[in-house]
């Protein structure tokens, strides 16, 4: 997460984000945040496609949690690192079926998909 500010960031606060793209596109808005109950790191934040965007409708979009910019000149948006023809194929899961149990895999090929490093302390 890059902010200049460093304060924290409460979950419902990020929840409420509508998420952009550098160009500006909207995209949709974060779901939720998986957090890793062993250290507290938070392992992948879930993005919740707006309707139509790449007929995603019944899909939610795993992203690192480094693949997100929180700060921003608004307050309510959050801008995302990643090219939106990336996103097309992303790894997600349908709303109704989400990850259960150990995610080890899922996480690494989230973070493997989007090239960004997992910090050290969640391997």
């Known amino acids: ?26 995209i949709g808005s974060i779901k939720d945040l998986m957090i890793d109950t062993e250290n507290g790191h938070v392992l992948y934040v879930v993005l919740e496609v707006d309707s139509g965007f ?10 690192p949690w480094e693949a997100f910019n929180f700060n921003t000149k608004q307050k309510d948006v959050v801008m995302v690192r990643v090219e939106i023809d990336q996103l097309e194929h992303a790894p997600g899961f349908d709303k109704d079926n989400w990850p259960v149990g150990p995610q080890h895999e899922f996480v690494a090929s ?14």
Not at 110 to 118: A, C, L, M, P
């Open 54 to 63: 790449f007929n995603l409708d019944s899909t939610y979009l795993a992203l």
């Open 110 to 123: 989230v973070h493997e998909y989007y090239r960004f490093d997992r910090r050290e302390s969640i391997r």
């Open 1 to 26: 997460m890059n902010t200049e500010y460093h304060h924290p960031l409460s979950s419902s606060t990020a929840a409420n984000c509508k998420v952009k793209t550098a160009r500006d596109e909207t």
